[in-house]
Nanobody, 122 residues
Framework: QVQLVESGGGLVQSGGSLRLSCAAS????????MGWYRQAPGNQRELVAA???????NYADAVKGRFTIARDNAKNTVYLQMNSLKPEDTAVYYC????????????????WGQGTQVTVSS
């Protein structure tokens, strides 16, 4: 019905950069907020950054000034530019989208991607 496909994860040295992408496809009528979460082993999933359809953004304190979230509404895609990466950024990163389905009325649904591993070596 709806798929979110992430790409761009990998292994990088401390201080390096990575860019994550997440493309939504399927029976989508409209996408509202999109965001990135991460989950490290033994930890709960936590918000990294979010962006509304109008472009308003919200960041976790731990990534402010280093990460930038952006979206291309025409492509139903959200990006996460990660700079000055630290070993503590190591986690599986998940994107999500709050959206309305074609023929689904006004109800909003939250969909998640499958996750992409980001590993930062010291």
């Amino acid at each position: 019905q709806v798929q979110l496909v992430e790409s761009g994860g990998g292994l990088v040295q401390s201080g390096g950069s990575l860019r994550l992408s997440c493309a939504a496809s399927g029976s989508i009528f409209s996408i509202y907020a999109m965001g990135w979460y991460r989950q490290a082993p033994g930890n709960q999933r936590e918000l990294v950054a979010a962006i509304t359809s109008g472009g308003s953004t919200n960041y976790a304190d731990a990534v402010k000034g280093r990460f930038t979230i952006a979206r291309d509404n025409a492509k139903n895609t959200v990006y996460l530019q990660m700079n000055s990466l630290k070993p503590e950024d190591t986690a599986v990163y998940y994107c999500n989208a709050d959206l309305q389905l074609v023929g689904g009325g006004p109800r909003k649904y939250r969909y998640w991607g499958q996750g992409t591993q980001v590993t930062v070596s010291s």
